[in-house]
């Protein structure tokens, strides 16, 4: 919106009529008092006026906005027949974003406007992405306290768990094949305490440092490690679901557990949350063997564009730090193991998604490294909206 301020109603109706023209909204008024109550009550973009109005002049008219509104919103723009330097420099002194010398040419205005526009939809963005940048700090900060709770609180249920796993698998070998209700209830204690070590151990892959992945680092495929991912997941696999992973050979080097794991947590969340009729798995060597990169590709229902920014880390999509209509089942554990992944093998994510365009996430990494890379704990992830 644009607020036009100035006592002549043959200026006012030629500056309507010009940006108008060009798909501005304007409201106008006679004087500065006038142009500060308007300012008050309603969202204003961009304030065009005289230097010499009714009331207040254009430069006190200035002053009292810059005083009354600390962001760059609004813009302000001062027109006025005086072309000295000295007048000039008073102007932008009291805060003036803009200078135009009467007479005014129409081709003129319009070139001022759209670059104030600009400007503006780059003060926004920037003010938006130093809010969203506060917020993901003060929920890394609360996730580095709740780090240590959760290694505390899972080196006491390891024990618990263990003893219950080995417990049922004791009741089961000693009681008779016959004793149908106690084979069920120790087949189901089994079930129960191997499903909540597996969450255990989802957890503190996404909240702990894994020091000994060094261990499992070794040459493998990684289309076959792919294949194996899909083959666990084959009961969450729909019969409307055509799934289909690259034949060709992919050799690497790294943690061929953590690579499996990694293509797991991808696939099923497209298949939880995208509701695919197809998904495609896909490899890619880069850079003379120096780089790779693999490809997980739904036709799905898309993200949300407003989720994408808060993607990859635990809890961020279910905590109160985010608005509620982007609350989210899931606690993000899956995408935030996969970023310690690619970490580990010096690479990095990239979520393209669009609302019914789909989702692909491509993972970056090098093929050959020696051991783990320690340089940092997540992997960059970067996003991007599908129009």
């Not at 768990?161 to 120790?186: F, P």
């Not at 798995?281 to 564009?305: A, C, K, S």
């Not at 580990?344 to 789909?358: L, T």
Request: net charge negative; charged share 30%; proline share 3%.
């Amino acid at each position: 919106m644009v607020l036009i301020v100035d006592d002549e109603d043959d200026i006012i109706q030629v500056l309507r009529r010009w940006l108008e023209r060009e798909g501005y909204s304007c409201r106008s008024c006679h004087s500065g008092e006038e142009a500060l109550s308007i300012l008050e009550r309603e969202d204003i973009g961009i304030v065009v006026t005289d230097w010499h109005i009714l009331g207040l002049d254009g430069i006190e008219l200035t002053r009292s906005i810059r005083a009354r509104h600390q962001s760059g919103k609004p813009y302000v723009v001062l027109t006025t027949g005086d072309a000295s330097m000295a007048v000039v420099q008073r102007a932008f002194d009291a805060g003036v974003d803009d200078f135009i010398r009467k007479p005014m040419d129409g081709a003129e205005i319009v070139s001022r406007f759209n670059a104030a526009c600009r400007v503006l939809d780059l003060e926004e963005r920037l003010a938006h992405d130093a809010r969203v940048e506060a917020e993901r700090g003060l929920h890394r900060g609360v996730v580095r306290e709740l780090s240590e709770v959760v290694a505390t609180l899972a080196h006491d249920l390891r024990t618990p768990l263990g003893t219950m796993r080995m417990t049922a698998r004791s009741i089961r070998h000693r009681v008779d094949d016959e004793s149908t209700e106690l084979v069920g209830l120790a087949d189901r204690m089994e079930r129960i305490a191997a499903q909540m070590s597996e969450t255990l151990d989802d957890v503190l892959a996404a909240f702990v440092q894994d020091d000994g992945s060094a261990e499992a680092w070794t040459d493998f495929d990684l289309a076959q490690e792919a294949r194996r991912a899909v083959e666990m997941l084959a009961v969450a696999i729909g019969e409307t679901v055509q799934v289909v992973v690259a034949t060709t050979e992919f050799p690497m080097r790294g943690n061929p557990f953590g690579m499996r794991r990694l293509v797991l947590n991808l696939m099923n969340n497209a298949l939880r949350h995208a509701k695919p009729s197809r998904v495609e798995v896909n490899f890619h060597v880069q850079h003379e063997r120096d780089w790779g990169w693999l490809e997980i590709q739904d036709d799905g229902e898309g993200i949300d564009p407003g989720l994408l920014p808060h993607l990859g880390e635990p809890l961020r999509l279910t905590s109160s730090s985010v608005r509620k209509e982007y609350f989210v089942s899931g606690a993000g554990l899956g995408l935030t193991i996969c970023r310690r992944i690619c970490a580990s093998h010096g690479g990095r994510m990239v979520i393209a998604s669009g609302r019914d365009r789909g989702t692909r996430v491509r993972v970056w990494f090098r093929l050959m490294e020696s051991a783990p890379v320690r340089d940092s704990e997540f992997a960059p992830l970067e996003t991007e909206v599908l129009e």
